[in-house]
């Protein structure tokens, strides 16, 4: 049995504790615990590990030499941009997928969902890359592979075959985008993603930048799709701009469809959008979570691996001030995000994995506005990093 | 004479040269330059003295124990939480002044507009405080400071005497704020302010929060005032977030009167609201630059003394993703800062004053995006930072 103590720190801001981590799992809180090893938190704020909840690993160009920018500003054009510089720029999926995972890990988090291009260039070479590194993190980062065809599927002969394939091969989760706005046929796309996913019982998240009343439809199919397959709390709709430009009735209406259906809300609360507020989805009992997006590709140079800027965002986003409002921004890159993903074990009790991050920090709400030192990560039960590096 | 030489630093991205400063003047650009003392800057982007454009370093509890906010939602509820606030936690704001300035130079900023607030409660004494910081860092870190009625004028019996009282104690600036929101007489507040701008030759800034037609009528009234008293390049109108709530044609329109009176808006680009954007303002010709607003105060607990991170989140707010338009939003923390408020001598030019931070980036756009690291500091024509800590 390994074990190892964390003293005096202090659990999301409450009193000052000890922390007992046994064989990879917390098994006590309470003051003068006891153990061969311990880390003094001199009375820092312990965070749950961070959770990513919508990336693309595969494509970052974190630790490259400065891409610059030159793209038009259509989503086609991105995505036309992408497959051209992924080949002039010489990009390596698995090197760029442990970069960043790399720096993930040492600001603190545990567990990643990523989305895997799958077209009819690279075929299936991205998702195997992230399917190797989910293997060689196994235990200490959690990563979630989705098959996404990115370029699209029903108009692009042969995707769905390697979409198949994907699945075949070890995929977490089928990837769907937008059914009517790159994929021209709601029905046709909807029925084939969640075919793969009845096919391979594995849950669904699509990407669905469709504006307005064209994405609230794509809405309604999902959740159709969704009750009728019984997928409920296994389907994610990433980003939903949608549920922010709909007037307050329609969105209300809209949000108690999701939760009826039990569909999930990633959003990475992008400023020059309108984005779904995250108090108004939980009011509906709408999970909401958060991602960076991108970080730092041929789509946008923003971005980091740091899940509090994140949730430093999704407060700004949300115009969440007060400290309570605060604490709901953590929550979309801790609680609700291991929720909305269904990352099992995660949180700060008894018997969840061991996985925590020590932050130099009074409050929850200093952490996410402050991008504090993290002074220990925890993962797998054992120090990790220390000062925002890797042991 | 005292010389300075900046030894392999890429001005705003350009081919490596060498930059020699003499008496606190950038005297050269060019490579093989000498002088007695030198710093190596081994080929780091060299930008010009970030500036802060609307702040209030009065009121920021910055580097005081976590204030938790449990303020509510409108706007007179955070001016009387302020005012209750500042007595309870003992604000001193010559200290908390200062301390945020000091954070500001050793990230780059070398200069700052900042409003200092005006009232029957505090009297002079938080104006008292900024003037005293300006003239402390006279040379090195030119501040204004602005008076500032921000719990209203015309309602408040006296405030407008001591208005009077700061402009002749030698405040730089007239402050308004919301002619019809808060003050509940739009002629008659701004008649008031640009009479005291008459009266006293200074500049006028208001706090303009109004939405949409409310807004824009006073943004009419603010043109015509600065065009009658032929005050163009000397209004600055902060926030404006009419500007972004109105529909194109009616945006467009204002831009024109804005730029044929001479106003320029001063932009912190909340996520959360609609804002001016950046490229219309410009293309319409009217100077829009960026500044924070508060810093960790009871109003927001968001904010940084790092201007980059302020032209990052323009950029995020803008949804400037190309290399092109991550420099319009340096531009809005550099030049078009200097040209909205007033900052002479300005730029890395031959002639300016010499203030520049070398910053770890191979870009402007990584710059802006990356948070880097400030290698040097240079102000008043000498290294006053390195490696982000003050010398």
Not at 59 to 65: D, H, I, V, Y
Not at 164 to 191: N, T
Not at 217 to 242: D, K, N, P, W, Y
Not at 266 to 271: G, L
């Amino acid at each position: 049995m390994t074990a190892l103590l964390l003293h005096n720190v202090r659990p999301l801001g409450g009193a000052p504790t000890d922390v007992l981590i046994e064989d990879g799992r917390f098994a006590a809180f309470g003051p003068g615990l006891t153990a061969p090893t311990s880390e003094n938190g001199h009375g820092a704020l312990l965070l749950p590990g961070l959770i990513e909840g919508h990336t693309h690993l595969d494509k970052s160009l974190w630790g490259m030499g400065w891409y610059v920018n030159e793209c038009g500003p259509l989503l086609t054009d991105r995505i036309e941009n992408e497959r051209h510089q992924r080949r002039a720029l010489g990009l390596d999926p698995l090197r760029q997928a442990r970069r960043l995972a790399d720096d993930f890990l040492a600001l603190g988090t545990t567990r990643i969902r990523s989305f895997a291009d799958v077209d009819t260039e690279i075929g299936l070479s991205h998702l195997h890359a992230l399917l190797a590194l989910r293997q060689d993190r196994a235990g200490v980062q959690d990563i979630q592979v989705i098959a996404f065809p990115q370029s699209g599927m029903l108009g692009r002969p042969g995707t769905f075959d390697l979409m198949v394939q994907a699945m075949a091969d070890g995929a977490d989760i089928v990837g769907g985008l937008d059914p009517s706005g790159i994929e021209r046929d709601p029905k046709g796309h909807l029925d084939a993603i969640f075919g793969l996913a009845e096919r391979f019982s594995r849950p669904v998240d699509v990407h669905l930048h469709e504006p307005g009343e064209l994405g609230a439809f794509s809405l309604e199919l999902i959740a159709e799709r969704t009750q009728a397959l019984s997928m409920g709390g296994r389907v994610v709709v990433s980003h939903a701009f949608c549920l922010g430009d709909v007037a307050p009735a329609r969105q209300a209406a809209l949000l108690a469809m999701l939760a009826r259906a039990g569909v999930a809300i990633a959003t990475t609360a992008p400023p020059s959008r309108n984005v779904p507020p995250v108090a108004a989805c939980r009011a509906a009992g709408v999970t909401i979570f958060g991602g960076n997006d991108g970080v730092r590709d041929t789509w946008t140079p923003y971005g980091s691996p740091d899940m509090l800027t994140r949730a430093m965002l999704i407060g700004l986003k949300n115009d969440f001030r007060r400290d309570d409002q605060i604490a709901m921004a953590l929550d979309c890159v801790t609680g609700s995000a291991a929720l909305g993903c269904g990352f099992a074990n995660h949180g700060l009790a008894v018997g969840a994995r061991a996985e925590a991050v020590l932050v130099d920090a009074e409050t929850i709400a200093q952490a996410v506005v402050g991008q504090p030192k993290r002074r220990l990560v925890i993962a797998g039960g054992r120090v990790v990093a220390r000062d925002n590096a890797l042991c």
